[in-house]
Each structure stands twice: as structure tokens, then as C-alpha cells.
């Protein structure tokens, strides 16, 4: 689609370089760790090396000897304050600081406070902890058998690890589809618990001024306000009031949702400044990051299809355990303990579906942080389309043709699905003729027949998964009670350039960027002069921030409409400058002219300057508007993945040969930046489709907590990703936009995996646990007799 | 982790057993052990270096000794802590003397040693190799003490 506006107004549909990137470029990027104030001290925090136990004794005695040390901070000394305790998103509770009990390994002990890092460290080293160990419960089906031990007997009442069982669908009519159906395909599978590993890892300066009661924290966060009114609610017993709580989120180098919770790091820094009256910065290191908080998925799913004999799909049925470590610690909206889970039934229309999840406590550090991820959608979709391969198999149909059999058609939309969700739009036959155009799929499967014939090992891996993103409508999505709405204030200045602000937060989606754009697209102002700002509570309008995809749809609608509410204004001003009525003037982006007379016209330009110096008789002076949108919908972009994997019969080792990505998210606002989120989704994709993963053993040791065992994609396993796309505009959306950032960490791993499969199934093979580490896939080579 | 190990050296039982049933010569052979101060009878505060791949753990703590003269065993329970944070260190480990003939001993030795922190971490699968490396050194010194 043409851009409609011209390359110096830069709306929608131009490729616009990014505004934030010459100061990332150059190393002037502002992140948390540059921040220093007078008189700052430093935070470093002892941590648990058992997985459970008992604190018998916490000595500080030789660390407050060490020069520069100035205070340990126990839970001890947060009881004093009733803040050894804090609430989760999720309306669980998590310790800050331990009185008597470690849950996990790496857990927070005690926070050492002193003049430098260094002194910091020192003290961390000479704090002496002695602990009696328990023996941990790992293994999250363990911890839900009658004799296992109960691990929160902090919760009064508490007679298991049981935390929540959610469900959706009709749990009878889809077993009675199950029982009379010609064909049922079950997959067990597990998706592992992997880590955000994001570059920057999280950390704060928290400053206290103890004369004005003011607390200002610079903050690793990607929901700056949500963390305002938390932090208010729950030291506000402590006189910290929300007016006197500033909060400001610097450059993010990498959220993807692990930096939405609130860890225990960020209070210790927090209550340690109000304690002493000084900044305080805590900043965690690599392996206290990938030990300690950040954790995504770890779903155990039994997954099933029941469909006729010619691979017609009629119901889906999924029981899942969830293993949520010490705490439910995640940050989905309330109403939704499983998050959107229940997109499980994808892109293919069925009678039935009935999913259920059950959530468990075990000795592992809380998880489940929506890792790019719309609220456990990458689960969902891996579940479906792995179980849809297994059913193309069993039938002995193709598997792209299984898929096209079973889509959505394009004409029913909008499209209830059976688990309550209401499509908004959608072509997946359109994207997957892409793919398979792109990638010349009959031409592969040839050569793999080829191939095959001659043993040699090569599969064909195809994906055609629905997101659901953009939460949420105020009816269904909030976060403690806070409406998962999305604001942007725009205003415009004399000569005519404007500054926006929003609620959200970027972490390299490029928001300075693409909401100028989409200013300009509504306003006609160049995308150059239009100033983004956000991330300070003090000035930028509420919202809850960005993860789950939800800038575009949300904050992103948001900046449209405020844009509009200020045309409206703007084309009063020109009927007046003009001297004619609102009802004859013509807009086009960035001019107002009269009807039959294009010549005679004022720019915007014009009407932001006659705002402040010559506005309308009794018109209200400037030109700003701001807007609080609630999404009418959520919004479901979709796409085919297609890939070719090579497996070595001597290494068992998986090459990802070729990839094609062709998504639909909508209109496109700038697709530099969609085509730049899709390159890093599938790459976050490939590790945990091949690579990564969180293990603990029985002790509860974490045995990938440093990135000597915790394998991310380099450049040298990153193939040369072939992207496409498809434009369905989202019919509720004020631009017709879905949002991208996601879809390709969500489609990537289960094409891989598909791949491999696809690969293996002449010996029998019908599922590979991810990741796909080379000992697995060698471990079934040989098993089948094929090891070289 | 459970670890069976054992060692035969041509040495006649009663000098074997004279030597490993005195703690400060066993220190004495054991690569990386230094033996602090007697607490009690049978036990003594100590400290033990270890080095596993690219970690290098020092663990204070103290070593107890349980000798069993009839049957020419003694168990060895250490518990440690490792300095700077590295975690602890937990072993109870079972020798046995027996003689083959007059100048020929087997040694069988049998631990369970429990880790935590950095070395379960990361050198999980490297503490077999390692504790067969240091026994090894353990023998060489044995063998030149007996000689």
C-alpha cells in the first residue's frame, strides 16, 4: 500500500529511519546504569546458594569491618517496616527479604550498602549466612502428589502446592466429540522455562529526599506508572503518597517483559535510600540475572485433536500444569491467571475446545513473564501447531494442506472462536500461498523425497499461528484493578512542531519513531518535527506500558485520536483564517484548502501559529488534546512460517538451511521497523526452538546461570531470514494496525520444530521436545538405527 | 552425588591403615587440604582448595573423624563454607583398609558429597573427573609416604 502522506511528512508506510538511533549508535544512549547523583551509594545483594532451607544466622560483623560499608540490610530489618513482604501483579505475595525461610536458589538475603560497587561486593562475600537445608521440590508434578511437602506455610490454610485452576470451553460437548470422533492425536510436550536475557539487565536508583518526603526512582521498567501506584500502595504506609513518587524509565536495553514485575532488588534499593536519605543504585550482574528473576514460560502440556478421518478438525482439548516457581510472580492482566492461553485453538475452525491449566508452587525462583509474548500465546501456539503436525501424519496428509483444510475462511470473519474469542480479521490462506510461493514448497518436498531416498535428513517445517495482542478492552483486561487502557497527550507549539507523550514505554521498538509517524499521518506535521517522549511519570500521561504487543494497538490508537481531536481544532482555526465555513474546506495530510478553490489554503503549520496569535472569537487558546483510548477489541495478527532444516546423522545436529517469515499485522507504520521486530522475534525464536533452556537439577540448581550453559543465537546460527508480508487491516483499530513485536518469537519455534520432525517422521517420529540440543536429536538417530 | 572410587597399592595393610587413620597425614597428602586447629577428639577446623574447570573454590569449615580400628575403617564427614559467596560444601566419605596377601592393600572409597551454589552450577559434570583426579594425586603422595 502507497504511503499516503509525502516522504517529508513521513506518515504511515515510510520506511523512516529511527529517530532514537543516532544516540544508540554513537554509545549516548542514557540507560539506567549511566544515571549518578551526589552522594550515591551502592547496593549489592547477598543471595541464597540453596534452592530451600532455614536461615539459622545472618552475621554481618566482618562485612560492616570492610572500608565502605555501611549498612547490611536483613528482612529483619524490612519487618521493622512491615515491607519484608510484597503483593505480585498476580495477588500473590513474595518476600523481599527472607525472616527465617529461602525458596529458591539465588533468592534475595540480605542487601549490602556502601560508598562504592566494589565495597558493595566486598561485603556481599563477607556476609556469613548460615542455613539448614531442606530438600527442595523441583518437579512440578511431584509437588502436586498428596505426600509432598507444602511449600508456602506462609499462606495460612495452605494444604498444597496448588496455586489457581483456570479452564475455557465446554468441557462435556468437546469430550463427547472426543468419544465418537474418527481420529484423536495426543502430543505431550513441555515448553521450557527459558530467560528474556536481555543485554542490559534490570537495576535502579532510587532516591529519597528526606525533607520533602520525595522519592524518585530511575528504573529498569516497562510500565513506569503500574510501578508509581504499586509502589504507592504498598509503601504508603510508610508516608510514601503518590504525588510524592516519581518514577522515570531510561533507555531499555531489552525488556521483552522481564522487566514488567516488581523484583525484590528494586524495594532493597528503594527502602534503603528512605532508610539512610541517600541514592541508592542497585544494578544486578549477568549471572544474578539469569539466576534470579526474568523467567518465562515452563508449561507441561497433554494436548489432543479429535478430527474426521480426512483430517477435518472438531475439537482440541489441552491440560496443562504450570510450574510458577516460589511465587505467581507474572505480570498478566488479573482476570487472566493463564493469560490468553485459550488462543490454543489458533487459526482453524473446530466445534469445540475445552483448555485447562493448573498452576503449581515449586523451589524455583517465581516465572512466567510473557518473554515476547502476548500472556502465554507462544505456549498455545506451540501446543497447537506441534499436535496439528502430529494430526497431518496420522491422516498421511500433507501438513501445509491439513492447515488450509482447517483455516479460518476468510469470509467469516469477525470470528467467534469456541473458547470465547472474537477474531477481528484475517486471510491465512492469502499468507501461507505467500510462503509457500516464496520458499517453493513442492519444489523442497521433492528434494526431500530425494533426499530421503538417498538418507539424508531434511525437513520441511510449516507454522500458521494467530497472535492475539493489544490488551486490553477495560471490560476483561486490568492490572490490580488499573484498566489496561493506553494514553498519548500531543501538543502542538507555535511554529508548528509538536511534542507527544505517551504511557507506554519503549525498549527498542522504536517508539520515538513510529508514533511520530503516525502524527504526521493524522496531522500532516513532519514525523521529524514531532518529539515523542515517555516513561516519566511526572510528565507522560498514564498508561500501563509496553509489553504483550500493546503499543501500537493501544497507546498507539491513542496518538491517532488525540491527533484528530487537534485536526478538528485546527480546521476550525483554518475555516477561520480562510473565512469560510468548517463544511467547506478539503483535508489532505497537512493542508486544509476550500472546497473547489485547492490554491487558496493554510498548512497546519498555519493553524498551530493563529492557535497562540490569532485563534477563532472565543475559541480556547493552544493546540493539544489528549486521549485515554480503551481498545473496543484485542487484535489477532497471523502469518505463515515456513523453514528447512538439515539434521547431521553424525552430530545430530539441526541447521536451520532456510526460513521464510510472511506475517499480517495489519497496516504497516513503518516497515523498516516491522521487518527490524521480525528479524530479532524469529531470532529470539531459534533459542528456545535449538538452544535454550533453564534447568535445575533435583537440589534445585539452576544449571544454566551463566551464558557458559544458557546458549543465545549468535549471528553464526542466525540463517538469512527471508520476510514477507500480507495487509489485513484491523477493523477496530483507528489506523487498521495490529502490532508485530511479537509474532515472530511466537511462530519461530514450533516451524523449527515442525522442521525436525518433518524430518524424523518416516522413522516414526512424531514429537522432539524443544530445545532441539544435538544430544537429543542424536539420542533419536540412534534409537531409529540412522547415527552415523 | 554419590562417588565410588578405591585404590590397591603394594604396601602391607598395617603401614595403609597407619597412615590414613592419622587426620594431619592424611591432610598432609590430600592436594588442596590444610588442617586448622583440633576442636574435639575427633574433629578439626580446616580448609580445602578446589579447582573445577574455571572455578576455583576455597571452602573453610570443619572435618570430623570417625576411625573403626577393628574393622580398619574411618569415616570422614566435612562440611564447608565456600569464601566470597561460592556456596558450601557438604562429604561424608566411607574408606576401608583390606590386605591381599602381606604387602598388598586395597582401599575402597565410597563419598556422597553434596554441593551448592556456583560449583553445582557450573561444575556439576566436572566433579566426578575432578574427585578422580585428586584422588589420583592423593595415591602418588600415598605411594611416595610409604616408600
Redesign the interface.
Known amino acids: 500500500m502507497a504511503p499516503r502522506t509525502s516522504a517529508k511528512i513521513c506518515g504511515m508506510g515510510h520506511s523512516m529511519k529511527r529517530k532514537e538511533d543516532p544516540r544508540f549508535l554513537q554509545g549516548k544512549g542514557n540507560y539506567i546504569d549511566d544515571f549518578t547523583l551526589p552522594g550515591m551509594l551502592w547496593l549489592d545483594i ?2 541464597s ?2 534452592a530451600y532451607g532455614k536461615i539459622k544466622n545472618i552475621d554481618s560483623s566482618k562485612a560492616l569491618e570492610i572500608p565502605g560499608v555501611l549498612a547490611v540490610l536483613t528482612g529483619k530489618d524490612l519487618e521493622a517496616y512491615g515491607l519484608h513482604w510484597m503483593p505480585t501483579l498476580m495477588s500473590d505475595t513474595q518476600m523481599v527479604l527472607p525472616t527465617d525461610t529461602v525458596m529458591y ?1 539465588a533468592q534475595e538475603v540480605a542487601g549490602v550498602i556502601a560508598t562504592s560497587r566494589y565495597a558493595a561486593a566486598d561485603g ?2 563477607a ?2 549466612v548460615d ?1 539448614e ?1 531442606l530438600k527442595p521440590v523441583i518437579d512440578p508434578f511431584k509437588a502436586l502428589e498428596d505426600d509432598a511437602p507444602v511449600l508456602r506455610t506462609d499462606k495460612e490454610g495452605k494444604t498444597d502446592n496448588h496455586i489457581w485452576h483456570w479452564e475455557a470451553g465446554d468441557k462435556e460437548a468437546t469430550d463427547r466429540i472426543f468419544e465418537e470422533a474418527d481420529v484423536v492425536v495426543r502430543e505431550k510436550m513441555h515448553v521450557p522455562r527459558i530467560h528474556v536475557a536481555s543485554i542490559e539487565t534490570c537495576g535502579c536508583l532510587a532516591d529519597f529526599n528526606p525533607v520533602e518526603g520525595h522519592l524518585t526512582v530511575y528504573m529498569t521498567t516497562q510500565a513506569p506508572h503500574a510501578i508509581r501506584t504499586v509502589l504507592a500502595l504498598v509503601a504508603g504506609h510508610v508516608g510514601l503518597s503518590e504525588e510524592k513518587i516519581r518514577v522515570v524509565s531510561p533507555d531499555i536495553g531489552g525488556g521483552f517483559g522481564g522487566k514488567v514485575p516488581v523484583y525484590p532488588g528494586y524495594v532493597v534499593a528503594i527502602a534503603a535510600s528512605v532508610v539512610l536519605g541517600k541514592p541508592v543504585k542497585w544494578i544486578e550482574d549477568r549471572m544474578e540475572n539469569l ?1 534470579a528473576d526474568s523467567f518465562a514460560r515452563d508449561y507441561h502440556m497433554d494436548a489432543e485433536i479429535a478430527a474426521n478421518a480426512d483430517g477435518k478438525i472438531r475439537a482440541l482439548r489441552i491440560k496443562t500444569i504450570a510450574d510458577h516457581g516460589y511465587s505467581d510472580a507474572q505480570a498478566a492482566p488479573s482476570k487472566w491467571p493463564a493469560g490468553l492461553f485459550s488462543i490454543c485453538t489458533g487459526s482453524y475452525d473446530m466445534e469445540q475446545a475445552y483448555a485447562e491449566v493448573d498452576a503449581v508452587y515449586t523451589n524455583k525462583p517465581p516465572g512466567g513473564v510473557a518473554y515476547r509474548c502476548s500472556f502465554r500465546v507462544t505456549e498455545a501456539v506451540h501446543c497447537m501447531e506441534r499436535v496439528v503436525d502430529t494430526l497431518a501424519h496420522k491422516v498421511g496428509k500433507d501438513p501445509a494442506q491439513l492447515r488450509e483444510e482447517n483455516f479460518i475462511p476468510k469470509e467469516a470473519f469477525p470470528y467467534q472462536s469456541p473458547l470465547g474469542w472474537e477474531y477481528d480479521s484475517g486471510d491465512y490462506q492469502a499468507a501461507m500461498d505467500k510462503a509457500k510461493e516464496m520458499i517453493g514448497y513442492d519444489e523442497l518436498r521433492a528434494e526431500q523425497a530425494e533426499k530421503r531416498a538417498r538418507g539424508e535428513l531434511m525437513g520441511i517445517g510449516v507454522c500458521s499461528f494467530t497472535e492475539v495482542l493489544g490488551a486490553g478492552p477495560s471490560k476483561d483486561f486490568d492490572i490490580l484493578g488499573i484498566k489496561m487502557f493506553d494514553s498519548a497527550e500531543v501538543r502542538v507549539h507555535p511554529t508548528g512542531k509538536a511534542i507527544a507523550r505517551f504511557g507506554t514505554k519503549s525498549q527498542g521498538q522504536g517508539h520515538e519513531t513510529t508514533y511520530a509517524q503516525i502524527i504526521a499521518e493524522e496531522l500532516g506535521l513532519p514525523a521529524a518535527h514531532v518529539q515523542v517522549e515517555e516513561g516519566d511519570t511526572d510528565t507522560a500521561p498514564y498508561g500501563l506500558g509496553t509489553y504483550a504487543s500493546r503499543s501500537t494497538p493501544t497507546a498507539g490508537a491513542a496518538g491517532a485520536m488525540a491527533a484528530r481531536q487537534i485536526r478538528d481544532k485546527a480546521a476550525k482555526i483554518a475555516a477561520h483564517l480562510l473565512e469560510v465555513s468548517e463544511e467547506d474546506l478539503d483535508w489532505e495530510p497537512g493542508t486544509f484548502s476550500v472546497k473547489g478553490a485547492p490554491d487558496k489554503s493554510v498548512s497546519i503549520q498555519d493553524c498551530a501559529f493563529a492557535a497562540y496569535t490569532n485563534m477563532p472569537p472565543g475559541m480556547e487558546p493552544g493546540l493539544e488534546a489528549t486521549n485515554y483510548y480503551d481498545p473496543p477489541n484485542l487484535t489477532f495478527p497471523f502469518g505463515t512460517y515456513i523453514c528447512v532444516v538439515d539434521i547431521d546423522r553424525g552430530t545430530g545436529e539441526v541447521t536451520v538451511r532456510r526460513f521464510v517469515a510472511v506475517d499480517d499485522c495489519g497496516n504497516i507504520i513503518n516497515p523498516m521497523i516491522v521487518q527490524g521486530q521480525i528479524h530479532g522475534g524469529l531470532t529470539q525464536g531459534i533459542g528456545p526452538a535449538l538452544y535454550e533452556e533453564i534447568p535445575y ?1 533435583e ?1 534445585g ?3 544454566a ?2 551464558f ?2 544458557y546458549l543465545v543465537p549468535t549471528a553464526v546460527e542466525t540463517p538469512a531470514w527471508e520476510t514477507g508480508h500480507t495487509v489485513t487491516p484491523s477493523p477496530h483499530h483507528p489506523l487498521g494496525a495490529k502490532g508485530v513485536g511479537e509474532s515472530a518469537t511466537v511462530g519461530a519455534p514450533p516451524a523449527i520444530a515442525n522442521a525436525v520432525v518433518d524430518a524424523l517422521a518416516h522413522l516414526g517420529v512424531t514429537h522432539v521436545e524443544i530445545p532441539i540440543r544435538p544430544d537429543r536429536v542424536w539420542e533419536i538417530l540412534r534409537e531409529k538405527g540412522v547415527a552415523e | 552425588m554419590k562417588i565410588q572410587d578405591g585404590f590397591t597399592i603394594d604396601a602391607p595393610a598395617a603401614d595403609v591403615w597407619a597412615l590414613l587413620s592419622d587426620p594431619e597425614r592424611v591432610a598432609d597428602l590430600l592436594p588442596g587440604a590444610k588442617m586448622g586447629d583440633r576442636i574435639d577428639d575427633n574433629t578439626y577446623s580446616g580448609g580445602m582448595f578446589v579447582k573445577v574447570g574455571p572455578l576455583a573454590v576455597a571452602y573453610d569449615g570443619t572435618v570430623s573423624f570417625q576411625l573403626d580400628e577393628s574393622e580398619r575403617s574411618v569415616q570422614v564427614r566435612a562440611r564447608g ?8 560444601a557438604e562429604m561424608t566419605m566411607t574408606s576401608q583398609v583390606i590386605a591381599h596377601g602381606d604387602t598388598r592393600t586395597e582401599v575402597t572409597i565410597d563419598s556422597d558429597v ?1 554441593v ?3 560449583l ?3 561444575g ?1 559434570g566436572m566433579i566426578q573427573v575432578v574427585s578422580k583426579k585428586m584422588l589420583q594425586e592423593f595415591v602418588g603422595n600415598l605411594t611416595k609416604a610409604l616408600a
Do not use: F, H, W
Not at chain 2, 563454607?81 to 558450601?88: A, S
Open positions: 547477598v543471595r546458594p540453596i536458589q556481599v562475600a556476609v556469613e542455613y537445608p539466576q537439577d537440589d540448581n539452576n544449571l546461570g551463566s557458559m550453559d | 563454607r565456600g569464601k566470597r559467596g561460592m556456596g558450601t553434596v551448592t551454589g556456583i553445582a552450577q557450573m556439576r
